[in-house]
Structures are given as C-alpha cells and as structure tokens.
C-alpha cells in the first residue's frame, strides 16, 4: 500500500504573491488610465468670452467676476486706435489738461499707458496688472472714437466655471462660449 | 395634556408663511428687474446731453425716410433735390422726401456732389464717377493712390474738390479729371498743420467767400483754404460744452447755409450747430436728444457708418441725414419764414 500523496495546495504562496503583484499593477495601471481619460474629458472644449459687439460696458464685469480683481481686462486693438491726443478712453469729458495727471485719467486704476509718439500722436496702452474691467475707457473709446478699446475674458486668469458669474448678470448678455482653439474676438479694421 | 400647537394650526400658518415668502420673492424680483444697479464706474456725459433753450433756434418741420439703406451722405442740386448716397445707390428726392429717381452704382457710394450744370459727381471709395442727370456714366476717373478713401465732395463751375481720408489731403480736380492741386498736407514752412484724422470724415465744402471750408477732426477746428491750398483761417476748440466740439475727433461734417454760416455736424454727442464765419457759435440746430440712437459706436470695419451729414437749402432750412436711423430730418428757424411755410 503505497502512502497518500500530500494534497496540492489550492494556491502556492509563490503564485499567491506573483498574482497579487500583477493584480496590483493592473489596478495601478487601469487607475492610470482612467485618471488620464478624466482629465482630457475635464479639459474644456469651450470658455467664457466677451462679444464687444454685444457688450453695453455696464461695469458688471468689474464686480461679479469670482477673481478680484476680475478676469476681464481691456485690450487694446492697435489697428483701430487713432492714436489721439485727446482720446476719451484715457481722458474725463472734460479734463483740466491733456496730462497724465490722476484728475484727467478716466481709469479709476491709472491702468493706461499714454506714450508719445509724434506730434500730435498718442499710443495707448493697457496695465492688465492694474485693469479691473470696469470698461469706463471702453465706453469712452466707443462713444466718441474708434473703439479700440474692448473688454475680453484673458484665460490666463479666467477659472472657466461650469457657470460664469459675470455671463449671469451681463447686461448686454455679451458673454457665451467660444471655442477653446479661438478664445479671443479680435477686432479687426478695413483701414488699411 | 393641552397640546401647544395642533396641527390645524401648524398647517395653516405654515400655508400662510409660504405664501407670503412667494409673494416677497416676486415682488423683490420685480424690483430688482425694474432698477438694476447703478454701474459705479459709468462714464458720466449727462450733463452734456441738454442743450440750454436759448441756444434752440431751430425747429423740427419735416422728417422722412431714405429709401435705400446704408445712407452715408447727403447733398443738394441745383434744382434743390437731394442726393443721397445710400449703398450702392445715390437718391434723388425732393424735399418732401417723396424719391424722384435713384441712380445704381456697382459699389458702395461714399459721397456724392451736384454742379450746377446738373453733373452729378460721385465718390466710390478710392475712385469717382461722372454721372448725368439721368443717371448714365459719362466718366470714370482714375483713382489717385491705393490708400485713397473718399470722404467728402464739393464742385464748383470749374473745379471739384475731393476730401481723401486715407490720404489726408484735400484734390482739386478741374471738370475733366485732372488734378490740379493737393490742398492741406502737412506743410510747416506754409503753416499748415496737416489734417489729423483718427477715423475717416474729412469733408470739404465751397463757400460763397470763395474758400474751402475743410474740418480737421483730430485738431477739432474747421479751416479755411484757398483753392491755391494756402491756408487762411482755422477755428474751433475741443471741450463738450456747446461752444466747442466734442470728443476726440469732431466735427465730422460741414455745410453752408446762404449768407455763409456753417452748420457743423458731431458725433458722439451727436449735435448740429451753426457757426458764424469767423466760427462763434450761433445757435443749435439739434441735438443729443434728437438723434437718440445715432450715439452708438460706429462699425468697427467702417466708421463711416455712423455719425450726421447735413445740407441747406437756398431758404435756409437745413437737412440732418441721420445714418444710424436711416432718415432726414428738416430743420427751419423759429423765427424764420420757412418754419411756418413748411410746417403747415
């Protein structure tokens, strides 16, 4: 009578740790994965801009931006600008003198930059650290100039909320989603 | 044990409470819609946009539509019908506004001016043409530079004067098309300070005196030029009160009543004005409140979409083209006979 062979055991430790490792790595690597997928889905497609055709410059995107300051800045279309000495996006209606000095500025922030040209030519330029989007000068641009001025939502600052808090109170509703690939409405002239 | 609150009570009044926050909520909401918050950082031209009564010597008489859209500009004929450049067409209507004819162009029409042997000269950009009263095309004339943009036209018995913003000069060209003269470039050695023109409204006028009458909107002065291009007489100061014009760049457009006053057109705060010849105010014609929409911003792709044009007549009634509104209004004196004629 030959004696009974030990029985096999189910699983050898061996196996039991070379499978845990692989079960291990496949659950790092499906986690990896699924992460990935998350952020390209998370990446958005779309973002928040301001239509200047639409915008009324009622002063909400100074003060409902969840940033303060705001996202909203105004840019400057240098094609448009007339380059004037008195320009009304820089000046008060009815400034004490062509100067730089604070009383004569529109912008509550001094946040534009009046440069010499040539005679009698200004260029003007924006401080975007300075500007809160108040769009005083864009309303003053607008009305008596070219319109140089514009606001636009700058997305090096903009945080893209699934619902933009300045898009909900704009009284102009100049605010929608643009395409990521074009963020930006650039004003352009057919000047030249 | 008496219970403190039954439950009829407590639906009731809660029935109540619920009703009253709704009615609350509605009634707020309405406030809030019906006053939105004032903007803190409004760029405040209030105070400009009434005019003082006594400067109002003008009355409203007439207003009528142009027929085309895209009106731009506006002149008068000999026969006092007026021609109005309205896309690519040029008007012809009488001075009830009723059209008599209508001439069509293969561009947008820029400006246009009418001799007194009934030629009608018209501006297409970079280019004129010649029409005759009927409308055919007796010439074309070349176009002078690649930058010209045609802004104003004014033809005397043997010349025509073009206004050409791109370039900022003023052309003198006889009858046939050739040019004779550049009028107004920068030119220190002549005292000529040169046309400053942030956005494209240089007009030219011909006045009884025999001199141009030419605005220089970035300088906010009208100057006056012999046909030679010597320059003779500038006036004008920036500053929104009334005397003055308004803005970066005004005025944007002239005319001549008989007796030579100049009406001034702005834009921005959209007024017309007359001037004496030596250029004090005289009186208002009309002003921000007349033309409620004309203070839009003008497209950026052409400004020269918005703004006012005007013209007179041998009586003296002036012609406000308001392009923004697409129609004319007629203005008389008060004190005048043709306010009372033309009104009734």
């Known amino acids: ?73 105004c840019v400057q279309a240098y094609p448009i600008c007339g380059y004037c000495e008195l320009c009304t996006g820089y000046f008060v209606p009815e400034p004490n003198a062509l100067t730089t000095a604070a009383e004569n500025q529109v912008c509550p922030t001094a946040a534009i930059r009046r440069r010499f040209i040539e005679e009698p030519y200004y260029e003007y330029s924006i401080d975007e650290e300075l500007c809160i989007g108040c769009g005083r000068c864009v309303e003053g641009c607008t009305r008596f100039g070219n319109g140089s001025f514009y606001l636009q939502i700058r997305h090096d600052r903009c945080l893209n909320c699934n619902e933009c808090s300045i898009a909900r109170v704009c009284a102009g509703d100049a605010i929608h989603r643009v395409p990521a690939s074009q963020p930006y409405f650039i004003k352009t002239t057919a000047h030249e | 044990m008496r219970r403190l609150v039954s439950r009829r009570w407590f639906v009731g009044r809660g029935v109540v409470a619920a009703v009253l926050g709704r ?68 008007c012809v209507l009488n001075t009830a506004g009723q059209r008599l004819n209508e001439f069509a162009l293969p561009s947008p029409v820029r400006c246009v001016a009418v001799a007194g042997d009934g030629l009608v000269y018209v501006s297409l ?39 050409d913003s791109g370039n900022r000069v003023v052309l003198r060209y006889d009858r046939s098309g050739k040019l004779l003269k550049r ?28 001199l141009l009458r030419v605005n220089n909107p970035g300088r906010h002065q ?17 500053t929104m009160a009334i005397e003055g014009f308004c803005g970066c760049c005004n005025p944007i457009a002239l005319a001549i009543l008989p007796g030579g006053r100049i009406v001034t057109c702005e834009k921005g705060l959209p007024r017309v004005k007359v001037y004496s010849v030596r250029g004090e105010l005289e009186s208002v014609v009309a002003g921000p409140a007349t033309f409620a929409d004309n203070a839009k911003a003008c497209d950026p792709t052409d400004c020269t979409t918005g703004g006012l044009d005007a013209v007179a007549d041998r009586a003296g009634r002036i012609y406000v083209l308001d392009p923004v509104a697409n129609d004319l209004r007629v203005f008389a004196r008060r004190d005048g006979p043709t306010a009372s004629s033309q009104a009734s």
Request: glycine share 8%; proline share 9%; hydrophobic share 40%.
């Open chain 2, 23 to 90: 009615l609350a909520a509605v009634v707020g909401a309405e406030a809030r819609a019906a006053k939105p918050p004032a903007n803190p950082f409004a760029y405040d031209i209030t105070k400009f946009r009434t005019i003082d009564p006594k400067w109002l010597h003008y009355q409203q008489v007439a207003q009528f539509k142009v027929p085309r859209s895209e009106a731009r500009r506006v002149a008068i004929g000999p026969d006092q019908n007026l021609y109005v450049s309205a896309g690519n067409y040029v």
């Open chain 1, 1 to 73: 009578m030959t004696p009974a062979s030990p029985p096999n055991p189910p699983v050898s430790r061996r196996a039991f740790l070379r499978d845990g490792v692989r079960l291990g790595a496949m659950t790092g690597l499906g986690a990896l994965l699924g992460l990935a997928s998350t952020r390209s889905k998370a990446k958005p497609g779309y973002v928040w801009q301001i239509d200047p055709n639409k915008c009324v410059r009622c002063g909400n995107c100074a003060t409902a931006c969840v940033l303060k300051p705001s996202a909203v800045k």
């Open chain 2, 125 to 163: 950009r970079d280019h004129l043409e010649v029409l005759d009263s009927k409308g055919q095309r007796r010439a074309s004339w070349e176009s002078p530079n690649k930058k010209t943009w045609f802004t104003g036209l004014a033809v005397g018995d043997n010349d025509l004067f073009a206004a």
């Open chain 2, 183 to 210: 009028i107004g470039e920068k030119n220190p050695d002549r005292n000529i300070p040169g046309f400053v023109l942030p956005s494209p409204f240089l007009d030219v006028e011909l006045h009884p005196d025999g």
């Open chain 2, 222 to 238: 009208v100057l006056a030029f012999t046909v030679e291009g010597d320059m003779e007489l500038a006036w004008g100061k920036p």
